[in-house]
């Protein structure tokens, strides 16, 4: 089991930046992939990057490729996205998703098993 909360979300000017982060509970969080999610108005959940359970490799969508970096502290159970040169186009609710095991980087919602609520991000322009 592996329980998620999202936060660092809130306003931002277009060109600014934000880390949002995701706290999990659980002993075995350093088993878990670990993804980034987001949810536009109106349009469906999109994949933004992951990052695997082993050796820590990213993957990003191509729309947040070179502004946007993942990463994880094992030691604090907690998963980061560090967000620069911000866009009105980033604005969403941003999710942090867990994966078991997930050894690949995974882009689709359905292999994701535990969710967080969400936190918001607005770009204002």
């Known amino acids: 089991q592996l329980q998620l909360v999202e936060s660092g979300g809130g306003l931002v000017p277009a060109g600014g930046s934000l880390r949002l982060s995701c706290a999990a509970s659980g002993r075995t969080f350093s088993t878990y992939g670990m993804g980034w999610f987001r949810q536009p108005p109106g349009n469906e959940r999109e994949f933004v990057a992951a990052?695997?359970?082993?050796?820590?490799?990213?993957g990003y969508a191509n729309s947040v490729k070179g502004r946007f970096t993942i990463s994880r502290d094992n030691a604090k159970n907690t998963v980061y996205l560090q967000m620069n040169s911000l866009k009105p186009e980033d604005t969403a609710v941003y999710y942090c998703a867990g994966a078991e095991k997930m050894s690949e980087i995974v882009t689709s919602t359905i292999h994701y098993n535990y969710w967080g609520q969400g936190t918001q991000v607005t770009v204002s322009s």
């Open positions: 990052i695997n359970w082993s050796v820590g490799s990213t």
